[in-house]
């Protein structure tokens, strides 16, 4: 079978096309005009230039597929991109969904967000039933994410078959960007890392999520959501691990968190004026402030989803960013 995979060359989409080679399936790549790709280069895939928010060149790139993998997407963690959210996550998601329809194609994995699921109470486990609420959400990132897991859920109820699965907070080898969690572990091991803040997050190694995506796609059933969480770990217990890796001492100075916020939000304006990616902000900042009580055990039962630990992901992810010369000698 062959199918198509937009956002082939992002965080995810480069290991999820690994995966799907070594699954046996033939992979198309939906590549954006001027994307070099840079992750999925000389991967024995059949690549397109594409962009989900141009009808056309969806249907275009779904000639020849019989399914359909869409991940392309924006990932953002500043304020001031609603309208390019909207447009690619949520305008994207319906055009992929819609062309899946008109192509006949018999299958549609959709990668949306933990953070388009609404949070529970912080007693409470956090899971798929929580369900997409655009209204939950703030103009901004969780907002889009909901909106085009709603926009694809409409397009399953009218005939197309397809999954959505949730993934927590990635990490782990094969991060070319590098991606928001790969520039701490980068930060970390140069020694730029001199405090930390309190609170912790589910981390979930990207090549488990790619086998997730993969058994959704399979064994999935039509309609459903499948949450793809690893486990819980706080930054203190974070940086101990990265310290193990690299030798660099965690840091011993803890910053509150009311002062880590007013910090993220002060500095800004000389990101936006460097056009400079902040490593923390007051949205991830509240992240990790959030429930992370998040549980996968419907994507284990019916999936057979079973995760590393986060260390293991760690220390592949450390030596992998090693290896490919973005830590120095």
Not at 86 to 104: I, R, S
Not at 203 to 227: C, H, L, P, T, W
Request: glycine share 12%; charged share 20%; proline share 5%.
């Amino acid at each position: 079978m062959k199918v198509l995979v937009s956002g082939a060359s992002g965080r995810i989409g480069n290991v999820l096309v690994r995966e799907l080679i070594k699954s046996g399936y033939g992979v198309k790549a939906l590549i954006k005009p001027g994307d070099a790709a840079q992750a999925i280069r000389g991967l024995d895939i059949e690549r397109v230039e594409g962009d989900v928010t141009v009808y056309s060149s969806v249907l275009d790139g779904l000639k020849g597929c019989q399914a359909a993998f869409h991940l392309a997407g924006i990932v953002s963690i500043v304020p001031g991109q609603e309208k390019e959210l909207y447009h690619t996550n949520v305008n994207g998601a319906a055009n992929m969904a819609d062309a899946c329809l008109e192509c006949g194609v018999t299958r549609l994995l959709y990668t949306s967000s933990i953070h388009a699921l609404s949070e529970p109470p912080p007693s409470a486990a956090f899971t798929e039933e929580q369900g997409y609420h655009p209204s939950h959400f703030p103009p901004g990132y969780n907002r889009s994410m909901a909106q085009g897991a709603l926009e694809v859920l409409k397009r399953l109820s009218d005939g197309l078959s397809g999954v959505i699965v949730c993934p927590s907070g990635v990490i782990g080898p094969y991060d070319y960007t590098p991606s928001e969690m790969g520039r701490v572990l980068l930060d970390y091991a140069g020694g730029k890392l001199k405090a930390y803040v309190d609170g912790g997050y589910d981390f979930v190694d990207v090549r488990d999520v790619a086998a997730g995506m993969i058994a959704a796609f399979e064994k999935g059933q039509n309609g459903q959501s499948y949450i793809l969480s690893g486990q819980y770990v706080s930054i203190k217990g974070l940086f101990e691990i990265l310290g193990r890796l690299s030798g660099v001492s965690p840091p011993r100075f803890k910053v509150p968190y009311t002062l880590a916020k007013l910090g993220a939000y002060i500095s800004y304006p000389y990101y936006r004026l460097t056009r400079r990616s902040p490593l923390f902000t007051s949205y991830s900042l509240e992240v990790l402030q959030s429930n992370a009580n998040i549980s996968s055990a419907k994507a284990r039962t019916v999936l057979g989803f079973s995760p590393r630990l986060a260390e293991e992901s760690l220390a592949d992810a450390y030596l992998w960013f090693k290896s490919m010369g973005y830590l120095g000698d």
